[in-house]
């Protein structure tokens, strides 16, 4: 096993390790202990019902790539010093937070295959948690200085800007297209792009080597959110408690259906599929917005119309589209010296393309 373990989606069992990467796997996995055991303390409340429904998503697991991608940064330097496990756990709370926002202004059902926090308590006390989480991440990085502060909340304003531009969604006469790989950059390769960067930074690794992590963050983020968007489409998808097109279904916009938007202009056969996913999306959102579960028959017709889009070029191109994005990441990584972290980091990137859920 790798430090990327099959548990949280990443490598594979029958990984053979060499001695040098069994030591750094070993590094990184006590690493994400000290992290898991800081988290649990981060999210704790007095107040019974904040403590609750702070702690809600952290107990639902998750794959956690994010202070990965920190602990393997801080290798470059002195390794996992306590300012590099404070970092790490900030912007793991960060996500967290993030994550409640998301899923009241998505409409979401399901988070990491349990009910989403705001359906099992509010809107109002789902927000509520995200804003006490963002404060604990505050908390946090305060202890780091003034750059942190301020990558922090560069990235906090990203993170913001990127759902605000999802929400409105395209302006007149913008590409769709590029106006969803902007949200996607801000959205989700910000995040992953600043857990490296404040891996270098707290290690005290060379200067030189923050701006290539950087961008290997920022592309891999944006590759990981394009292959989350085919996965949505998978059977496969059950293994997170999510079924096949739950983001189709909630109306949430994937890479597959802004091309297939844009192929419906010139294809008749394409045009077809789309106002018959249009319609079966329109009619699984009324039932949602009713709180009544989509009649049988309709549920099949969402089914069939979820596998064509599935079987359909354009999700195949997602996937290449990816895979592009995976090779920069790897690429940006060229300027690094040679080693188990620089090979640490290839495979991190060729793991979050090759997976499954």
Same mark, same amino acid.
């Given at each position: 096993?790798?430090?990327?373990?099959? #548990?949280?989606?990443?490598? @594979?069992?029958?990984?053979?390790?060499?001695?040098?990467?069994?030591?750094?796997?070993?590094?990184? *996995?006590? $690493?994400?202990?000290?992290?898991?055991?800081?988290?649990?303390?981060?999210?704790?409340?007095?107040?019974?019902?904040?403590?609750?429904?702070?702690?809600?998503?952290?107990?639902?697991?998750?794959?956690?790539?994010?202070?990965?991608?920190?602990?393997?940064?801080?290798?470059?330097?002195? $390794?996992?010093?306590?300012?590099?496990?404070?970092?790490?756990?900030?912007?793991?709370?960060?996500?967290? &937070? @993030?994550? +409640?926002?998301?899923?009241?202004?998505?409409?979401?059902? %399901?988070?990491?295959?349990?009910?989403?926090?705001?359906?099992?308590?509010?809107?109002?006390?789902?927000?509520?948690?995200?804003?006490?989480?963002? &404060?604990?991440?505050?908390?946090?990085?305060?202890?780091?200085?003034?750059?942190?502060?301020?990558?922090?909340?560069?990235?906090?304003?990203? %993170?913001?800007?990127?759902?605000?531009?999802?929400?409105?969604?395209?302006?007149?006469?913008?590409?769709?297209?590029?106006?969803?790989?902007?949200?996607?950059?801000?959205?989700?390769?910000?995040?992953?792009?600043?857990?490296?960067?404040?891996?270098?930074?707290? @290690?005290? #690794?060379?200067?030189? +080597?923050?701006?290539?992590?950087?961008?290997?963050?920022?592309? %891999?983020?944006?590759?990981?959110?394009?292959?989350? *968007?085919?996965?949505?489409?998978?059977?496969?998808?059950?293994?997170?408690?999510?079924?096949?097109?739950?983001?189709?279904?909630?109306?949430?916009?994937?890479?597959?259906?802004?091309?297939?938007?844009?192929?419906?202009?010139?294809?008749?056969?394409?045009?077809?599929?789309?106002?018959?996913?249009?319609?079966?999306?329109?009619? &699984?959102?009324?039932? !949602?917005?009713?709180?009544?579960?989509?009649?049988?028959?309709?549920?099949?017709?969402?089914?069939?119309?979820?596998?064509?889009?599935?079987?359909?070029?354009?999700?195949?191109?997602? !996937?290449?589209? &990816?895979?592009?994005?995976?090779?920069?990441?790897?690429?940006?990584?060229?300027?690094?010296?040679? $080693? !188990?972290?620089? !090979? @640490?980091?290839?495979?991190?990137?060729?793991?979050?393309?090759?997976?499954?859920?």
């Amino acid at each position: 096993m790798t430090a990327f373990d099959e #548990a949280e989606g990443f490598a @594979s069992p029958t990984t053979v390790l060499t001695p040098a990467e069994k030591e750094l796997s070993d590094r990184v *996995d006590g $690493g994400l202990e000290r992290i898991e055991d800081g988290l649990r303390e981060d999210v704790a409340f007095a107040s019974p019902v904040a403590d609750a429904v702070a702690r809600y998503l952290l107990e639902a697991g998750g794959k956690r790539i994010r202070p990965r991608l920190t602990l393997l940064a801080s290798e470059l330097g002195s $390794g996992a010093n306590e300012n590099v496990i404070i970092a790490a756990r900030a912007i793991e709370i960060t996500h967290l &937070a @993030s994550l +409640y926002h998301d899923d009241v202004m998505d409409e979401a059902i %399901l988070r990491r295959g349990i009910t989403a926090a705001h359906m099992t308590w509010s809107n109002n006390v789902a927000i509520l948690a995200g804003d006490l989480l963002f &404060a604990r991440a505050s908390k946090l990085i305060s202890h780091l200085g003034e750059r942190a502060i301020r990558l922090q909340a560069d990235t906090f304003e990203r %993170l913001c800007l990127g759902q605000l531009h999802e929400t409105v969604g395209p302006a007149p006469g913008e590409d769709p297209v590029e106006h969803y790989m902007g949200v996607l950059s801000d959205k989700t390769g910000s995040l992953i792009s600043l857990a490296a960067q404040m891996g270098v930074v707290f @290690s005290e #690794a060379p200067s030189e +080597y923050e701006k290539p992590v950087v961008e290997y963050g920022h592309k %891999l983020g944006v590759a990981f959110q394009l292959i989350d *968007d085919v996965i949505d489409l998978s059977p496969s998808s059950g293994e997170t408690g999510k079924r096949a097109g739950t983001d189709l279904r909630a109306g949430v916009v994937t890479l597959p259906l802004l091309l297939l938007r844009k192929n419906a202009q010139n294809s008749v056969a394409d045009a077809t599929l789309l106002a018959r996913i249009e319609e079966e999306r329109a009619q &699984a959102l009324v039932a !949602q917005e009713e709180g009544e579960p989509l009649p049988a028959e309709n549920d099949v017709d969402f089914e069939t119309v979820v596998t064509a889009l599935r079987q359909h070029e354009v999700t195949r191109e997602t !996937q290449r589209v &990816a895979e592009r994005w995976g090779a920069e990441a790897i690429a940006a990584l060229d300027v690094l010296p040679d $080693g !188990q972290v620089k !090979q @640490s980091l290839i495979k991190l990137a060729d793991s979050v393309i090759n997976r499954t859920h």
